[in-house]
């Protein structure tokens, strides 16, 4: 955490849990990746693996969000949506 948005680099971040998870002992259930939910990459990366996903909702209104706040662009609904619409 804290190193930015790790769906902001699709390609490199589905490369590195296909290489993470051919290690011995670790395997694709133990991958854990931390995101805002950026709603269409969340549906990529769904698209990209087959994995198991796991959201947590926070409900409360932000009281940091500005017009510029990623965490805020994407609704936990429009997240839900984009991940009943994904294969499997």
């Given at each position: 955490m804290?190193?930015?948005?790790?769906?902001?680099?699709?390609?490199?971040?589905?490369?590195?849990?296909?290489?993470?998870?051919?290690?011995?002992?670790?395997?694709?259930?133990?991958?854990?990746?931390?995101?805002?939910?950026?709603?269409?990459?969340?549906?990529?990366?769904?698209?990209?693996?087959?994995?198991?996903?796991?959201?947590?909702?926070?409900?409360t209104?932000?009281?940091?969000?500005?017009?510029?706040?990623?965490?805020?662009?994407?609704?936990?609904?429009c997240?839900?949506?984009?991940?009943?619409?994904?294969?499997?």
């Amino acid at each position: 955490m804290g190193m930015g948005e790790p769906l902001d680099n699709l390609e490199h971040l589905v490369r590195a849990i296909r290489v993470m998870s051919h290690f011995p002992g670790l395997g694709i259930k133990n991958i854990t990746v931390s995101t805002v939910g950026l709603a269409p990459q969340v549906y990529s990366l769904l698209l990209a693996l087959t994995l198991i996903l796991t959201l947590t909702l926070t409900l409360t209104r932000c009281t940091r969000c500005y017009s510029h706040c990623r965490a805020c662009a994407w609704p936990s609904r429009c997240t839900l949506q984009m991940t009943r619409r994904a294969p499997g």
